[in-house]
């Protein structure tokens, strides 16, 4: 439409320059009749020159934004597709193990003194409106960081739509919530205190006053921040986060075996990751976060879901009753690429929790996102599969037919992405004071 009218414009005001020079202004400036035709011709070709410039921009800038909303072709036709040993970096390079530390807002070291406020206010009911909701009532560290339930109790028991994500290794993401609307811990944290089907408080105002009104927190917030007026909600949120950066778990098999040591992970568990990386799932979920919003090596944060609308899981799973972030009118819904680190310890999955295990939640998104059904019931075995240490690259796989041992080994590798007990922070799950 806006094409169309900068056309129509160019083309009018082209015709008024031609009819002005043809006409009178010519006249009265004196230019040859001869002149007065090459003016026109000149003239005439650079207005049409222009539009035809402003048509083709236009026209690239309106076929690229289609192309950030068209599905993904999938990762498998695109390498099938490939020249002989050609494939693309950004889905088979090097693989990346998690860093020890989550970067901070200013790049600076947090004092103790804030961290071990945060904690305390992470595990404080006192925050919520009937005194017995604390981020910790549905973000349970000791139980993979959420609450392993498909949605979350709040205050006077009331439930929401979407599933907890796990608060561990969530400093790494740049985008939070399932549909990415913040981007920092700070933020994201603005929002549980005053949900009305959260923690329920009426105000971040009311949120401070609760907090002044005990005399422990004075003291605490005067040690962590250099005086007893500083009882504001940018400092609890800023405490709340920095506790937040501290909840990492780097030390997974994946992380082991990608940094060296090749015994972390075993056969089955290499064949998934050289699935993961043939059929495409690494192009979304990309290590060492294996979402697309983690701060090192992202991509773009947010993908349509499902891309591929399988009616059997769509309507089993109810799928598209929530569609994110998608424009009003479309027809799949827009999702952040969520991190798959502790995934194995936070079933059931999905924004909605409709998917009780792991390897469901594989088989719905080898349908969904690559277009792949699991078709083969028996199974030939991978080809061989091999791991390059110093390189950190891995043979991808992408059989034409997933198998259910496929599903198994993708599940399995998802596993080791996870720590096998997590026990809270760097002091333990119970806070300490
Ligand atoms: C009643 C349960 C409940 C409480 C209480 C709660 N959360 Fe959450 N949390 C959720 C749910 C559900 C989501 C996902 C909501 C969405 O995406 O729309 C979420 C999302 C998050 C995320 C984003 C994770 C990601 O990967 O995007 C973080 C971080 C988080 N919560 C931290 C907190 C903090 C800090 C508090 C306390 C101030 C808190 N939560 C209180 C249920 C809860
Ligand atoms: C086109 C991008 C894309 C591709 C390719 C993709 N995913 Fe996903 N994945 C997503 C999105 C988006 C979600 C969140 C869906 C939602 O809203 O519930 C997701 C969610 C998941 C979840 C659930 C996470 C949770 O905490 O609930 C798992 C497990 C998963 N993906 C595994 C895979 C595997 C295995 C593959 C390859 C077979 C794959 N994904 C391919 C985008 C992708």
Request: hydrophobic share 45%; glycine share 10%; charged share 20%.
């Amino acid at each position: 439409m806006l094409l169309l009218a900068v056309m129509t414009i160019g083309v009018v005001a082209g015709a008024i320059v031609l009819f002005m020079i043809s006409g009178d202004l010519a006249r009265r400036i004196g230019i040859s009749p001869g002149g007065r035709a090459l003016l026109s011709a000149g003239l005439g070709t650079g207005v049409i020159a222009v539009c035809i410039k402003i048509f083709i921009a236009g026209t690239l800038i309106v076929a690229m934004k289609d192309h950030d909303h068209a599905p993904p072709q999938p990762v498998s036709a695109r390498l099938q597709s490939m020249p002989d040993g050609y494939l693309d970096s950004s889905f088979t390079g090097r693989w990346h193990a998690l860093p020890a530390s989550a970067p901070t807002p200013d790049g600076k070291a947090t004092s103790q003194e804030v961290i071990r406020l945060g904690r305390r206010l992470f595990n404080e009911p006192a925050l919520s409106a009937d005194g017995k909701v604390s981020c910790a009532s549905c973000h349970v560290l000791a139980e993979g960081g959420d609450d392993n339930a498909p949605n979350s109790t709040g205050i006077k028991g009331l439930r929401g739509s979407r599933n907890a994500p796990t608060v561990w290794n969530a400093a790494f993401l740049s985008r939070l919530f399932w549909d990415g609307r913040v981007s920092s811990l700070e933020d994201q944290a603005m929002g549980p205190l005053v949900n009305p089907v959260e923690m329920g408080m009426p105000s971040h105002e009311a949120v401070e006053a609760t907090l002044r009104a005990m005399p422990a927190y004075v003291e605490v917030f005067e040690r962590a921040f250099g005086s007893p007026e500083t009882i504001t909600i940018e400092n609890i949120v800023h405490a709340i986060a920095s506790y937040e950066r501290t909840l990492i778990a780097p030390d997974t098999a994946y992380d082991r075996f990608v940094r060296g040591d090749t015994g972390a992970l075993n056969a089955r568990q290499i064949r998934g990751m050289a699935l993961f990386a043939g059929l495409g799932c690494r192009s979304c979920h990309r290590d060492p976060t294996f979402s697309a919003a983690g701060q090192i090596r992202p991509a773009g944060v947010r993908k349509p879901f499902p891309v591929f609308p399988d009616a059997a899981f769509v309507a089993r799973y109810d799928l598209l009753a929530d569609r994110g972030t998608a424009r009003a009118g479309r027809a799949i819904g827009l999702w952040r690429v969520p991190s798959l680190r502790n995934v194995a310890n936070t079933a059931p999955y999905f924004h909605n929790g409709s998917v009780d295990s792991l390897e469901e939640a594989v088989r719905v998104m080898a349908a969904t996102q690559l277009g792949r059904l699991v078709a083969a019931d028996r199974d030939d075995g991978a080809p061989e599969i091999a791991w390059n240490p110093k390189t950190r690259t891995v043979t991808p796989y992408y059989p034409s037919e997933l198998t259910e041992v496929d599903v198994a080994a993708l599940a399995t590798f998802l596993e080791s992405l996870s720590v096998p007990a997590v026990t809270g922070g760097p002091e333990g799950a119970e806070p300490a004071f």
